[in-house]
Nanobody
Framework: QVQLVESGGGLVQAGGSLRLSCAVSGRTFSNYRMGWFRQAPGKERDFISTISRSGGNTYYADSVKGRFTISRDNAKNTVYLQMNSLKPEDTAVYYC?????????????????WGQGTQVTVSS
């Protein structure tokens, strides 16, 4: 079993920054591709970003490209999401997830384990 715990959410003004962390335990962290998703009230959980097992490959949704940066530290079993130039529409609960395998890391169904989420609220 793999446990994921997100932290770093909070309230920030538009244009500000936050860094989310997701600590992973239970299995070998470097065996998993990691992803970040978010879910606003009344909406589906949407893909934001993913990073390969080594950290050498990343991919972003168009809505966050150029503003968000995903990274991982395999020695610390942690994945990060640096969020800059935040907008009110970024307000959501942010989830990290771990995938052991799969072909399309933008799909929720490809992820095996999920964290409990952390709230990010961006005020205008």
């Amino acid at each position: 079993q793999v446990q994921l715990v997100e932290s770093g959410g909070g309230l920030v003004q538009a244009g500000g920054s936050l860094r989310l962390s997701c600590a992973v335990s239970g299995r070998t962290f470097s065996n998993y591709r990691m992803g970040w998703f978010r879910q606003a009230p009344g909406k589906e959980r949407d893909f934001i970003s993913t990073i390969s097992r080594s950290g050498g490959n990343t991919y972003y949704a168009d809505s966050v490209k150029g503003r968000f940066t995903i990274s991982r530290d395999n020695a610390k079993n942690t994945v990060y999401l640096q969020m800059n130039s935040l907008k009110p529409e970024d307000t959501a609960v942010y989830y990290c997830a771990a995938a052991a395998a799969g072909w399309n890391p933008t799909r929720r169904e490809e992820y095996d384990y999920w964290g409990q989420g952390t709230q990010v609220t961006v005020s205008s």
